[in-house]
């Protein structure tokens, strides 16, 4: 778990980035649920620097998700690069969803050719 979730190298499948993303998405949900609170407590008043607190608290969820779906475009035939389109609002999700998350990946693809 700990490579599909920090390790930039290597491939992996339709079934591990799925996994991988309900991981990112669990600890999303957790971390909006209770670190908003938690900033809120420690700094009341201090727009501010509560941002950035949250901000380097979100780093471990921004680099878990760089991994699985840099991973998921090096099975799919495309360099690590393509993962900036998550940066698009809509359209990277969207992306993310067809491209890593439903197409089979390329050595699939050309053994069916």
């Known amino acids: 778990m700990t490579a599909l979730l920090f390790g930039f190298e290597g491939r992996i499948g339709r079934g591990p980035f799925w996994t991988g993303q309900a991981v990112v998405l669990a600890l999303v949900g957790l971390y909006v649920t209770y670190a908003d609170r938690l900033l809120a407590a420690w700094l009341p008043g201090s727009i501010f620097m509560g941002s950035g607190i949250a901000l380097i608290l979100a780093v471990p969820i921004i680099w878990m998700q760089a991994a699985i779906t840099i991973k998921r475009c090096h099975d799919r035939g495309k360099t690590g690069f ?32």
């Open 82 to 113: 393509w993962s900036m389109l998550l940066l698009l609002p809509v359209v990277g999700q969207v992306w993310l969803v067809i491209d890593c998350g439903m197409l089979p990946s390329a050595a699939t693809m050309r053994r069916a050719a």
